[in-house]
């Protein structure tokens, strides 16, 4: 195919038939386009966008470029949750076991850590023992037998999004909507799910920080989840701040554990719930929020969301025995608490230099293949608007040594900032609600009405 008229029609802001795109990628994945020309067109898409028909277009063929998960005969509705990324998220190791407890089968498949955002693959390695890399058939054999499997992409799946996805990365083409869209779509489409549920975060340590930006991403991934026949809602949730206190691989896998067994922090709990909610009425196990988080709430609250993530790591090779013993994982033993020099509030705590902080102490990647230290990270104490006494603990440091302790205390003190005067409050843990019939607003800050 000539590549170089498909280009030129891209970067004259017109547009590439749905074969076009089709031929392309498949083309591409086999090796006979250059990465040249796919970069090239990249950028394209990234300055000139690319209509809705461009967009399907794309998905579908990077959905056909590997293998889907064929649950034909499995009767349970299977539902995912995909985050769009942020520091402290570790929503998915509570969602996974409780979803699955009340009732809907889960395929989660998960990445690793993104630039500054963490990834649940690991979080769950932190566990010794624990095994994400599943085949496509353990993960099926899993999800029948126990109603969840929590796998990483196979390489069967989407292989066209692993090159493209890297290609974006070494050109700065990442953050373009519908590049976004098309890659988290093609994999979780993959999956074979009857539903999806979407948590779009916004704020300073989000991927794409702004509100409308937020909602575009949101809708786009919900347009082409429906027109595939997978019903998808999102929240759009706040990342102008870290989630929960521990964040860090092992610290926030104690922090999920603490939360199965009913001991979560507020924030944690109210968004796992909440998107918990929107995957048992996209599943059917219920057709009323309050009732589907009523039973979210008694699984936790009963000890069946724990007893379920104890089958989870049976499975897949850990020790159960972490989930009644959270302290057992193992974490930085340099450790330093880090106090509030002068009285205030606490006006901000910056995700990004926090996230970022984690990958310098060895706790995430600079290249794919590094090894990483699941023990590093920092449990903060402070949340934003709260008072705080000069002296207050602020958060505990956990470093593998000296050095890393040091610039893990450095950070601390410089992502918080204390004022006088009680600053504006946050934005709203959970903003807006996001379906086929748009965006919903269920909580503003007083600034944005
Ligand atoms: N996560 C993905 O899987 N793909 C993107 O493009 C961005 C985040």
Redesign the pocket.
Known sequence: MLVTTLIERKRDGGELRPDEWSQLIAEYTRGSVEDYHLAALLMAVYLNGMTPAELGALTDAMIRSGARLDFTGHVVPRIDKHS??GVGDKVSLVLAPLAASCGVAVPMMS?RG?GHTGGTLDKLESIPGFRTKLTLDEAKRLVTKIGVAMMGQTPEIAPA?RKL?AL?DATAT?EAIP??A???MS?KLAEGLNGLVLDVKRGSGA?LPELERGIELASTMIALGEERGCPTVALLTAMDRPLGHACGNALETREALRALRGEGPADLMEVTYALTVEMLLLGDVSDDPVAARALAESAIASGRAAEKFREIVAAQGGDPGVVDAPRTLAVGTHTHVVESTKAGYVAQIEPRAIGKAIVAMGGGRQRVEDEIDHGVGFVIDAKPGDRVERGQALGTVFGRDVQTRDLGIRTLIDAITIVEQEPDPPLPLISHRVTREGAVATAVRSDEQ
């Open positions: 769009t990324g990445g993104l999004d996805y974006r990442v590049l976004i098309a890659s988290i994999k991927f």
